[in-house]
């Protein structure tokens, strides 16, 4: 290094020095004496610098570290050494490398806006970590063993010239990237003879390496998103997990390719990574969203229209007729209860859970896919082209290392909002069992390949499904119309049925509805923009925290009480069917205080509760209605079958076991489904029985047409 750019350091880490001893924050107080104090009280190496502070102070300093950001950050570590020293010599002595980071630089780029005009700049980019390898040891200074050739090969020793010795390579301050056998022997000034590295001598670094997405909201329609690689070090590793969503500050840079035959006889390909200066994990829920003073104006005038709650549900899917109380549930699922976590730690879920199951070609995709872009966070997927390791997370091995990392499916990415899941009754048995853990206790737990992991997934789930025979069939229940397990149906807090049943003035408001959309577009409006209201939706999720009044949490536990004490009136035949469950009355206390947050209100009213359990009731009695008895029976969604059918089943069990007992054990089929159909059993219904005691091994077919007891 010559003498005039020696000076040229020396100016900038005494302009950088100065910065941070003398800038002053608007209330007059030294900002970063005060932060390099307790830096050095809590023990840490890194000091954040807020980039508008330093454009404030001196734009020039700010252009340098955007343009030249390797030399900049490393003069500006050297003046933050040197502070560090002024104040507390002992632990600046202690602690070879201090590190200043970078916070909010001017612009954030979108990671598939990057290119080589960026290269060696200081950038900024957002996006989900969906990948993250273990720590590993960087070198960042090597201890050297300058071993002399053996004196007998050479003229004899001259007076002064020195033994075998060992030196640090690069020098201080100095930063590389990769450490290189030295050209020479910065003691003896030689190049002759071996350098041989002593590794328990040398300084090493933690270094981590993660992958960062697009977000799934930017990412235009028909294209994957893109990702790119991004090293942490130092005190940055094991900052974020994978699913978090993060504003990361760093130098762009190029690494070789390797492993494709291109690279491999050009080597001249080379792909962009990130090297990390400051991460920042956007730890609270929806906060990517800016909400400027305009709009939060524009939100709290909205909020004082006593139709605004109409106005919201109008505005979901505008261009879809009807469906109110769907519509209703969707905007209660977007607003979301407020979620509670008890001193003992338990987390209780704030998030609604919304099932759309029902006739074909009545818009439930469309409802879904509207939902998820009016979502602040939205993600949309099709069960068809869902597995579970793409729904939850998954274990993945890399190709060149052959390490194992972790990768975060559709539910961790979507944490914080709306996962719209279409199509699925059509997914695998064992990819929707995946979902189970993430519904209830939002978190995506895995074990895999010495990995044991939880993730987030503090997602609303709305799901969409068609009826198993093609139509829905009223005469049957939910579990024999939906192709779903009863574990998952019943962690929905509400499920609609929705039926496409001709109807002559419905249909002509359809038909009507439908070909003005098509002949003047502008007729599928909503009173709310888009835009502004997921801004309002983003806006009530973060600061409305409503919480139950005595009155309203009055009612609610009548209408509970209520319900359970009519399930204790039996039937005819001695069966008691449970109308609600504490599931519901949890539910229950969701959608009321959704409805309140709707209206930006911190206080949930009876008014509030009355709707929740208008809607709750609208649900219910279609869905938990026994087709049987005509009762409410929760039963049908907790456990897929009512408690008369369950009765019945074992009335029918102990009149087969009976007269199989009477014959000797073994009876014809047709003779026996005959004298069940005269003792008032359908004939169906025995068939379905007896081959539910089939298959659990009850009963078995000795031969052809013939039936016995095992």
């Known amino acids: ?251 762009l840079r190029v690494a070789p390719i390797a492993g494709t035959p291109e690279a491999r006889s050009s080597r001249s390909l080379y792909y962009f990574y990130i090297d990390v200066n400051h991460v920042e994990v956007q730890e609270k829920v929806l906060e990517e969203i800016v909400i400027t003073k305009e709009d939060e104006e524009a939100i709290l005038e909205l909020s004082r229209d006593p139709w605004i709650r109409e106005k919201i549900i109008a505005s979901i899917a505008p261009g879809i007729y009807g469906n109110w109380d769907i519509k209703e549930a969707i905007a209660l699922m977007l607003f979301g209860g407020t979620p509670k976590i008890l001193p003992d730690g338990t987390r209780i879920r704030g998030d609604i859970h919304v099932l759309l199951t029902g006739d074909p070609g009545t818009a439930k995709s469309q409802l879904l896919q509207f939902t998820a872009k009016i979502a602040p966070r939205g993600l949309y997927t099709s069960g068809k082209g869902s597995t579970a390791a793409g729904l939850t997370a998954t274990v993945l091995r890399d190709k060149t290392t052959g390490e194992y990392y972790l990768e975060a499916g559709a539910l961790v990415l979507a944490d914080g909002g709306v996962a719209c899941i279409d199509e699925i009754d059509k997914m695998r048995e064992e990819d929707r069992s995946a979902i189970h853990e993430a519904l209830e206790q939002q978190t995506v737990s895995i074990a895999k390949a010495g990995i044991v992991a939880r993730l987030n997934a503090r997602a609303s789930v709305l799901a969409a499904g ?89 009612l609610i536990e009548e209408f509970y009480v209520g319900l359970r004490q009519a399930s204790l009136t039996t039937g005819e035949e001695g069966v008691s069917a449970i109308a609600i469950t504490p599931r519901q009355l949890e539910a229950l206390i969701r959608l009321t205080e959704a409805h309140a947050k709707m209206a930006l209100r911190s206080k949930a009213t009876v008014e509030d509760a009355e709707e929740a359990i208008r809607i709750m009731m609208a649900t219910l009695a279609k869905v938990g209605l026994d087709v049987e008895t005509g009762k409410l029976d929760i039963d049908i969604i907790e456990t897929g079958e009512s408690a008369s059918r369950r009765e019945k089943k074992k009335k029918f069990t102990k009149w087969l076991f009976e007269k199989l007992k009477e014959v000797g054990g073994e009876m014809e089929l047709a003779q026996l489904l005959e004298l069940a159909r005269r003792e008032g059993f359908e004939v169906d219904f025995a068939k379905e029985v007896i081959d539910e005691l089939w298959q659990s091994g009850e009963i078995t077919y000795p031969r052809l047409g013939k039936i016995r007891k095992v």
């Open 1 to 251: 290094m010559t003498a005039t750019s020696t000076l040229v350091v020396e100016d900038y880490v005494q302009r950088f020095k100065v910065f941070l001893l003398e800038f002053r924050s608007s209330e007059g107080i030294a900002k970063y004496v005060e932060r390099i104090r307790q830096l050095i009280r809590l023990n840490q190496k890194s000091l954040i610098v807020d980039f508008d502070d330093l454009i404030l102070y001196d734009p020039s300093l700010a252009n340098y570290i955007l343009d030249n950001p390797e030399k900049a950050l490393e003069e500006f570590s050297l003046a933050l050494k040197d502070i560090v020293k002024t104040e507390n010599p002992e632990y600046a002595n202690q602690t070879k490398r201090f590190y200043v980071r970078i916070r909010n630089p001017p612009q954030i780029l979108k990671i598939r806006n990057l290119n080589t005009d960026y290269l060696g700049k200081l950038i900024a980019i957002e996006g989900i970590v969906t990948r993250v390898t273990r720590i590993d040891a960087k070198m960042v200074r090597a201890r050297f063993k300058h071993i002399i050739v053996a004196r007998e090969e050479k003229e004899e020793q001259k007076p002064g010239e020195q033994e075998d010795h060992e030196f640090d390579y690069p020098e201080e301050g100095y930063f590389t990237d990769r450490i290189e056998k030295p050209p020479y022997c910065p003691i003896c000034r030689k190049s002759g003879g071996k350098f041989e590295l002593i590794i328990e001598k040398s300084e090493f670094i933690d270094w981590q390496k993660i992958v960062v997405q697009e977000k799934p909201e930017e990412v235009p329609g028909g294209q994957i998103p893109r990702s790119i690689e991004a090293i942490l070090t130092a005190d940055l590793v094991d900052s974020v997990r994978p699913g978090d969503r993060v504003v990361i500050t760093g130098i």
């Open 466 to 554: 068609n009826p198993k025979h093609g139509r829905y069939d009223s005469t049957l229940s939910i579990s024999k119309n939906i192709d779903l397990p009863p574990t998952i149906l019943s962690r929905f807090d509400l499920i609609f049925i929705i039926r496409d049943i001709p109807h002559k003035d419905q249909d002509r408001k359809l038909a009507r509805h439908i070909l003005g959309i098509h002949t003047e577009a502008d007729k599928a409006r909503g009173f709310i923009d888009p835009q502004l209201l997921k801004k309002y939706i983003s806006y009530a999720r973060r600061y409305i925290r409503p919480q139950l009044t005595p009155e309203a949490a009055r």
